[in-house]
T-cell receptor
Framework: QQQVKQSPQSLIVQKGGISIINCAYENTAFDYFPWYQQFPGKGPALLIAIRPDVSEKKEGRFTISFNKSAKQFSLHIMDSQPGDSATYFCAASNAGNNRKLIWGLGTSLGVNP | NAGVTQTPKFRILKIGQSMTLQCTQDMNHNYMYWYRQDPGMGLKLIYYSVGAGITDKGEVPNGYNVSRSTTEDFPLRLELAAPSQTSVYFC????????????FGNGTRLTVT
């Protein structure tokens, strides 16, 4: 049973466009929602994370939007660049517990120059 | 500052062979984790450790063993390798177990034939 559903599986956008990746969760006890970025041949790296007490968090061109009532959260990449081409994973956990992180299946993002 | 270092990068095993995947971190993190990543399947937690001498099972521990004799090292042992263990293995560490970023190594790609 997949508790964090991520979509789309793959995404191609043009340079300068907006990339949007969505995740939905089922467990209302989840209260920590990180996004990780993974380049080919590398391990994932934390990009940005949000707690449910805020509806949006922005770091540079990356924004997490959080909808608690819909149990959904999304990653927006503004002004997408070829260097953003990577696989993105959303995750969720209860009480921010790393060993209980539930991962989405990933979205492969390609940004055309 | 090397972060999390994994060796080897690649390995081919025959069915029934054994091997140890090495992981070391130089950030003095107490928490360490082993994940496996299969295409389209996200990350699955195999084992984790909250400090030297303390380990516990994750989501998919069968066929694996770990030890944590020092803060720095967290080796993963595969006994009697099976084709189902063909995967990319990632070691990670975090400073605390709650709301802290996971720092990943660059992975070991293992093929069992």
């Amino acid at each position: 049973q997949q508790q964090v559903k991520q979509s789309p599986q793959s995404l191609i956008v043009q340079k300068g466009g907006i990339s949007i990746i969505n995740c939905a969760y089922e467990n209302t006890a989840f209260d920590y929602f990180p996004w990780y970025q993974q380049f080919p041949g590398k391990g994932p790296a934390l990009l940005i994370a949000i707690r449910p007490d805020v509806s949006e968090k922005k770091e540079g061109r990356f924004t997490i939007s959080f909808n608690k009532s819909a149990k959904q959260f999304s990653l927006h990449i503004m002004d997408s660049q070829p260097g953003d081409s990577a696989t993105y994973f959303c995750a969720a956990s209860n009480a921010g517990n790393n060993r209980k992180l539930i991962w989405g299946l990933g979205t492969s993002l390609g940004v055309n120059p | 500052n090397a972060g999390v270092t994994q060796t080897p990068k690649f390995r081919i095993l025959k069915i029934g062979q054994s091997m140890t995947l090495q992981c070391t971190q130089d950030m003095n993190h107490n928490y360490m984790y082993w994940y496996r990543q299969d295409p389209g399947m996200g990350l699955k937690l195999i084992y984790y450790s909250v400090g030297a001498g303390i380990t516990d099972k994750g989501e998919v521990p069968n066929g694996y063993n770990v030890s944590r004799s020092t803060t720095e090292d967290f080796p993963l042992r595969l006994e009697l390798a099976a084709p189902s263990q063909t995967s990319v293995y990632f070691c990670a560490s975090s400073s605390t177990g709650l709301n802290s970023p996971l720092h990943f190594g660059n992975g070991t790609r293992l093929t069992v034939t």
